[in-house]
């Protein structure tokens, strides 16, 4: 969803891997090989050998994430989640019969190498298939790429709208999907005035349009409202700011490090004994790891996956994920995205008969359900976003998140704010672009 | 009458902010001429100092605190002896790049102790009642109070100590100095250290109200920087009247209006002053210190 972390990137190193590198070496020598190919025998004697190529070995696919450099806090678990998707999915027999084989490259927190592997993945006529890219900002850099070499793509973040690519599947819940369940929560149980603290870039921009039109539509009134920096963490006063205007509800769009401390501020002038916090993007970024327990307790947020989900489907993923991976910390929302992006992929291609992208793009498009680690979900055809379970969970005094509700089968939105609609199905069925909120 | 209060003390507390994150540049900067860009990690360095010690040896927040300012000191002992000494009578430039560099390695070092999430600790202190509002105690009494004393003990170093008198003599004529008989070497290392270690308080006492995280540092710089300049040669009397003068505007204008529109009067404020009075604000003042 966010841009925010890729200012602070840094970048660990600027060598290529090990592995990256010599990638790229074969990568090179086929390419030359298969150019020689064509032009000594043409393209008739081509085709048949790739359809040889393609019968009996494994389906190659592909998954792009930062193990290193500071965004791999979200990306190695990520990267974990797409190894063990894709080992379990072989264990029961593949893809229509067939093994996949995952190719895996470390982004290195670097947006540059999201474009460069994005080039390496689109010019393998082998891979089948992307999960991967983090932030928005990545994404950007690699889908359309992606895209021009025909290659379909599955992005596990939340986000905040306004993709629309013929090949590009969006996991993550949006705005629409995240905020409605709190505010008609909040409306419900604590009160109808609000104070909307948000950052001051694209995401919280886009987010606070959708507050302000949900907390409309369900009768509250906004008491307040904030658009903070994205390098600012004294939050001396904004805190002054909800004092005098008293809400009974703080929404927090706010992103990354520095708006951590606004928590710790907030409960530093005891503000969390009396008026409630929800947030959409709290907890992305840890923040209830950052946070003492006595500053997080009792704020709400919405996701589609917590680990702790008590169902059949999520006991097994987390059970074969942490046998997987012992010493991985805790499972996100993201991670779990990633599993249902392979799955639901896997699910497609078999209804389809095939990984040609068109045909798998349909049968994706036609809705099949596939039943995850966070519930029922399904590809709404004309958003290429998923309808998914959105649970509302409270955060406790040992870090935990405590799921007390839940609501079923949310659909995401099909407009972008103030920038109108994007339908797949439809008028955009050839589209391959972003469309920019307006705000 | 609750609101105004509540003002007031967001005031100071801005204020203090800037104190603290600047004493230790104006430090650097007054007495040696050197601008030290890694100033940002020095503070960072103090604040890992006090969650490392609070989260994993459970240190009391107070003596993590006070711990902090002798870590952050140790490595700018360090970076002193490898990096500043070969510079000492250079460009400006010279030691603005090297510095620069001590910056990028110290920050990734940070990221790959600490990685970009660490475990904070709680503010301490609680809150206080004023009419409907609450402060909490430990931002806007406790670090206001910390800044004057700290402000107040610096001027007792330079005014009453030998040490003082022979860092004032080396930053206003070193040769001379050095024909007097002081050993500059010993004065610039301990006057580098005391600004790191201001450096580090700083972390350490911010590190209670924000996330630490590797970049924390440079969350401040920029405004640590422009009070520096802002403040002009007498560096530590400047520094406080040019934190006064900055913080107060900033903080006013973000309770009337926002937070972005603080930090643009921050910046704006110091424009036109660098603008009118290119010495700074002590420029005309007769004290030197």
């Known amino acids: 969803m966010s841009d925010t972390k890729a200012k602070d990137d840094v970048g660990a190193s600027s060598r290529i891997s090990a592995s990256a590198s010599e990638e790229l070496r074969k990568q090179t020598r086929r390419d030359v090989i298969r150019a020689g190919g064509v032009i000594a025998g043409g393209a008739l004697l081509g085709a048949p050998m790739r359809a040889f190529a393609q019968k009996g070995g494994p389906i190659e696919v592909a998954s792009m994430f930062d193990l290193t450099g500071n965004l791999n806090i979200y990306g190695v678990q990520c990267m974990n989640a797409s190894k063990y998707a894709v080992d379990s999915i072989n264990r029961d027999g593949g893809v229509l019969g067939r093994q996949l084989k995952l190719h895996t490259y470390d982004t290195q927190s670097k947006i540059e190498l999201y474009s460069r592997y994005a080039q390496e993945i689109g010019s393998n006529d082998g891979i089948a298939a992307v999960v991967g890219c983090f932030t928005g900002a990545s994404r950007e850099a690699a889908r359309p790429i992606l895209s021009r070499h025909r290659k379909i793509l599955f992005f596990p973040t939340i986000d905040e709208g306004g993709e629309c690519d013929k090949f590009t599947f969006m996991q993550g819940t949006d705005c629409l999907q ?38 409309a539509k369900a009768g509250g009134s906004i008491v307040g409202l904030e658009f903070i920096p994205l390098d600012v963490s004294d939050f001396g006063s904004t805190i002054r700011k909800i004092q005098t205007a008293g809400p009974a509800v703080v929404m927090s769009n706010l992103v990354g490090n520095n708006h951590i401390a606004f928590y710790r501020q907030f409960a530093a002038a005891e503000l969390n004994n009396s008026i409630q916090i929800i947030s959409p993007t709290f907890g992305l970024g840890n923040e209830q790891e950052v946070l003492s327990p006595k500053e997080t307790k009792g704020i709400v947020v919405a996701y589609s996956y917590f680990e702790t989900l008590d169902t059949p489907q999520n006991k097994a993923f987390v059970d074969g994920f942490r046998k997987a991976y012992p010493n991985a910390g805790p499972i996100p929302d993201a991670p779990a995205q990633v599993w249902n992006g392979w799955h639901q992929w896997k699910t497609a291609v078999e209804k389809a008969g095939s990984t040609d992208i068109d045909k798998v793009v349909a049968a994706l498009e036609s809705g099949t359900p596939y039943v995850g680690p966070s519930g029922n979900v399904y590809t709404d055809g004309p958003s290429h976003r998923n309808v998914q379970d959105v649970h509302l969970a409270r955060i406790n005094d040992q870090r935990q998140y405590e799921i007390f509700a839940k609501e079923s089968q949310v659909k995401p939105s099909r407009d972008v704010v103030g920038a109108g609609s994007c339908d797949l199905t439809g008028k955009d069925r050839k589209s391959h672009r972003m469309i920019q909120p307006k705000f | 009458m609750g609101a105004t209060v509540v003002v007031v003390f967001s005031v100071l507390t801005s204020v203090a902010i800037l104190v603290l994150v600047s004493l230790g540049l104006a430090v650097i900067f007054g007495l040696m001429r050197i601008v030290n860009m890694a100033h940002g990690e020095f503070v960072m360095i103090g604040a890992f100092t006090v969650i490392t010690l609070v989260q994993t040896l459970s240190f009391p927040v107070w003596l993590a605190i006070l711990t902090a300012p002798l870590v952050s000191a140790l490595i700018g002992v360090v970076v002193e002896m490898l990096l500043i000494r070969p510079l000492y009578g250079r460009r400006l430039v010279d030691t603005l790049l090297v510095t620069f560099g001590v910056s990028l390695i110290l920050f990734q070092i940070a990221v790959n102790i600490f990685g970009t999430t660490s475990p904070g600790i709680a503010t301490p202190l609680g809150a206080l009642k004023i009419g409907t509002y609450s402060v909490s105690i430990y931002s806007s009494i406790f670090l206001p109070l910390a800044a004057i004393g700290l402000v107040g003990l610096l001027y007792l170093i330079f005014k009453r100590t030998r040490y003082g008198l022979l860092a004032r003599a080396t930053a206003q004529n070193a040769e001379m100095a050095s024909a007097l008989g002081v050993y500059s070497r010993r004065v610039n290392i301990s006057t580098f250290a005391l600004g790191c270690a201001l450096a580090g308080l700083s972390g350490g006492l911010l590190a209670p109200i924000v996330a630490v995280s590797p970049s924390l540092g440079q969350n401040y710089v920029a405004q640590a920087f422009m009070t520096v300049v802002t403040g002009g040669p007498a560096f530590l009397v400047g520094t406080v009247v040019a934190s006064a003068l900055l913080g107060t505007i900033a903080n006013i204008v973000s309770q009337v209006f926002t937070t972005l529109w603080g930090i643009t009067a921050l910046f704006l404020t110091a424009m036109v002053l660098i603008r009118f009075l290119p010495n700074g604000l002590s420029g005309s003042f007769r004290k030197q210190l």
Request: no cysteine.
């Open chain 1, 178 to 215: 995240q905020e409605a369940p709190l505010i008609n929560w909040a409306m419900k149980n604590v009160g109808k005035t609000f104070y909307i603290a948000a950052a001051d870039y694209v995401y919280g921009h886009v987010a606070t349009a959708w507050t302000k039109s949900l907390i």
